[in-house]
């Protein structure tokens, strides 16, 4: 079963502009991962916040967590073409070892 | 490694054939994770191996599902007599400590169809 559920579920923006995405979950978290994924490729890490943070910055990436309202974002910020790709929030919970993943957004960026 | 490597990368199958699908993890990680990736959705967690053991099986989807890890490093996922229902991408993920609560890395994944 999904954990988190994204919003938008595809996203069309030109080149330069920021990318907003939303993600949403239903139980108590330890921490919370935003992941990419290439066309036909694996999973990439992006970046991991945890619980007890608010905000945490990677690059041109901004994550924030909201526990009360059980949601992520993640911006991109200054998009580029090659950011073209499926990205997931992903997130432990409790006792467990396992990551349960959203159903992602599609993100295009077009020139 | 410098990654994690799968294989084959694609795997064409009869329905009832019998598959294995290979993860090498990164060396030295400890934690190993299959994932299930149906078309246009997110990964969904099949098991979970902490160095050669399995301690979390819970998300293989039927008894035709075997994972083995048997001496900490390279993993192997069996499927037998595979149905169409199967068909999906199977990613492999390590990390190196328990629990794989820090960020994993994943494979590019074996792309299985059934037909």
């Known amino acids: 079963s999904q954990q988190g559920e994204e919003d938008p579920q595809a996203l069309s923006i030109q080149e330069g502009e920021n990318a907003t995405m939303n993600c949403s979950y239903k139980?108590?978290?330890?921490?919370l991962q935003w992941y990419r994924q290439n066309s036909g490729r694996g999973l990439v890490h992006l970046i991991l916040?945890?619980?007890?943070?608010r905000e945490k910055h990677s690059g041109r990436l901004r994550v924030t967590l909201d526990t009360s309202k059980k949601s992520s974002s993640l911006l991109i910020t200054a998009s580029r073409a090659a950011d073209t790709a499926s990205y997931f929030c992903?997130?432990?919970?409790?006792?467990?070892?396992?990551?349960?993943f959203g159903t992602g957004t599609q993100l295009k960026v077009e020139l | 490694g410098a990654g994690v490597s799968q294989s084959p990368r694609y795997k064409v199958a009869k329905r009832g054939q019998d598959v294995a699908l290979r993860c090498d993890p990164i060396s030295g990680h400890v934690s190993l994770f299959w994932y299930q990736q149906a078309l246009g959705q997110g990964p969904e967690f099949l098991t979970y191996f902490q160095n050669e053991a399995q301690l979390d099986k819970s998300g293989l989807p039927s008894d035709r599902f075997f994972a083995e890890r048997p001496e900490g490093s390279v993993s192997t996922l069996k499927i037998q007599r595979t149905q169409q229902e199967d068909s999906a991408v199977y990613l492999c993920a390590s990390s190196l400590g328990a629990q794989g609560r820090d960020g994993y890395t994943f494979g590019s994944g074996t792309r299985l169809t059934v037909v």
């Open positions: 992903a997130s432990h919970t409790g006792g467990g070892n396992k990551l349960t």
């Open positions: 916040i945890r619980s007890n943070e």
């Open positions: 139980t108590s978290i330890n921490n």
